[in-house]
């Protein structure tokens, strides 16, 4: 089961990595945030959230309106048993219900409360802010080679007891313990 996973993870992951980025901005700035939100949904995937902090969906959160049409496209698709369903969030407080938080770069300036507000709780913290996986977030979404590539940051994955599987880290350019 596990080499299957793998197997999807790599596909999956794959077709992102050898997308180049110059072509999605030629075609439309729309197909960056759908890739942006397909790899989300790989992250779900392949992320183990403690025991009773997922409750009856996977709640995939996101601020900016730019994303909404990717994410829509994740709604209702499955995580094992469990559907994913989207949220659009407009205020810090209403993190609480979200397994997995999407920050993009229009957030900046609440990332200091954000990293307060979920400190400690299971929120896979993921983001496109240059520098987010330094300041504190989990995995940074990056340009590489005109490629969408990942950071992780280990340390503060494991302050929400979040477990990131393996081939996860091994698919991220970089990866900070």
Not at 41 to 46: D, L
Not at 52 to 70: D, L, N, Q, T
């Amino acid at each position: 089961m596990m080499r299957k996973l793998f197997i999807k993870l790599i596909l999956l992951l794959g077709v992102l990595f050898f997308i180049p980025f110059s072509t999605a901005v030629n075609a439309q700035s729309a197909d960056i945030y759908q890739l942006k939100a397909a790899l989300l949904y790989n992250f779900t995937k392949f992320t183990k959230w403690p025991n009773g902090s997922i409750k009856k969906s996977m709640a995939v959160c996101y601020f900016s309106e730019r994303y909404k049409p990717g994410m829509e496209r994740l709604s209702g698709k499955k995580i094992s048993q469990l559907k994913i369903s989207i949220k659009q969030i407009k205020n810090i407080n209403d993190v609480e219900h979200c397994n997995l938080l999407f920050i993009d770069k229009s957030q900046r300036e609440i990332l200091n409360r954000l990293f307060i507000k979920v400190k400690g709780k299971p929120i896979l913290t993921v983001s496109d802010i240059s520098g987010f996986y330094d300041e504190g977030g989990m995995i940074e979404i990056t340009v590489r080679d005109n490629r969408l590539r990942f950071l992780i940051d280990l340390e503060a994955v494991g302050g929400s007891d979040i477990v990131l599987s393996s081939q996860m880290l091994k698919l991220a350019v970089e990866v900070k313990h």
